[in-house]
Structure formats: structure tokens, C-alpha cells
């Protein structure tokens, strides 16, 4: 009963502020049910963009796709594999002379990215920095927990976009 109660108190401190992450990341894994709450913790919020970074080959053939509103975007590959991958797309064009030198900036290098937008907050079980989206994270902000995501509760859930709400968000300044 008190958990509940610190649960409500929480929860109306956090929708009262009114700041929360568009954007949100989970180095997660298995996806599993749990999975299906937390994207209706994120609706319930506004959250728009969830992406789930995982070596699992599984969702390799998911790409990105909707879920109840909110975007999923599936990243398994490592950000240095990303960024390889990219340079060589980029190489590629250059070399068929569809692309010049001097036309190549960050947005070009971007549109050729897997994954396009900036994740507002990262969130990883344990201590180890990401190695996933190394590019889009560079102002993200980082989220360490000690818990098990597939063991999340709503309060932890809360916790987070909490934390999120304490930080004060500069992007590089």
C-alpha cells in the first residue's frame, strides 16, 4: 500500500513538472512482456520514439515500425559498425560519382545513418557506456541502473523520467 502511495506522489510530481524525454533508448537484451508496458508508460507520457539497441539476430528483420502509436526503431548493430557501414555508403556514391567530396557535411553523413534522430535519454542495466548509436548520442543523456529492465516497474519507469526531469539538458554548451 505505501509503494502505491509513493507511486501516485511520484507520478503527479513528474506529470506537474511536465518535462519529459521524446526519445528514449533501452540497451535491452530480450525483449519480452514486459516490453509491452513500458511502451504504454512512454504513451502514457508522450513519449514518441523508443529505440531498443540488442544483439539479438531476432529482431534483426523487425526494422523500424509502430506500436500503439509510439515509433520502435530495432538497432543491433554496434555504433562503430554503424559508422563503418556508413562511411562505406557514402564511399560507394562517391566512387558512381552520384556524390561529391565537398557536398559530404554532417547531414549528409546523417541521412545515411540506420537510425535518423537524437535519443533525449539512454537507459542501460549496469555501468559500461553504451556502444550503440555513437553518433545520435552524443547529447543524449545517460540513464545506469543496477535493475534487470526485464524486472521494470511502473515506480521504476517513474524514477527514470524523474532523473531525466532533474537533469539540465545543455548539448554540448
Not at 519529459?20 to 535491452?28: D, E, K, Q, S
Not at 565537398?102 to 537507459?123: A, H, N, Y
Not at 529492465?149 to 523520467?161: A, G, N, Q, S, W
Request: charged share 35%; with cysteine.
Amino acid at each position: 500500500m505505501l509503494r502505491l502511495l509513493y507511486q501516485f506522489i511520484l507520478e503527479r510530481k513528474i506529470i506537474r513538472k511536465g518535462v519529459f524525454p521524446m526519445h528514449i533508448v533501452l540497451i535491452y537484451p530480450d525483449l519480452d512482456e514486459n516490453f509491452k508496458k513500458f511502451v504504454l508508460w512512454c504513451k502514457k507520457f508522450g513519449i514518441s520514439e523508443i529505440t531498443i539497441c540488442t544483439r539479438s539476430d531476432k529482431l534483426e528483420t523487425l526494422g523500424d515500425t509502430r506500436f500503439d502509436g509510439i515509433k520502435l526503431n530495432f538497432v543491433h548493430k554496434s555504433g562503430k559498425e554503424e559508422i563503418l557501414n556508413t562511411i562505406r555508403k557514402i564511399a560507394e556514391k562517391v566512387l558512381k560519382g552520384e556524390l561529391k567530396l565537398d557536398e559530404i557535411d554532417e547531414k549528409t553523413f546523417e541521412s545515411f545513418l540506420t537510425l535518423k534522430s537524437q535519443p533525449d535519454m539512454i537507459v542501460k542495466a549496469g555501468r559500461e557506456v553504451p556502444e550503440f548509436m555513437i553518433w545520435q548520442s552524443i547529447y543524449s543523456e545517460l540513464f545506469f541502473t543496477d535493475l534487470d529492465l526485464k524486472f521494470m516497474r511502473y515506480v521504476d519507469f517513474l524514477r527514470i523520467i524523474r532523473e531525466y526531469q532533474k537533469r539540465e539538458r545543455r548539448y554540448g554548451r
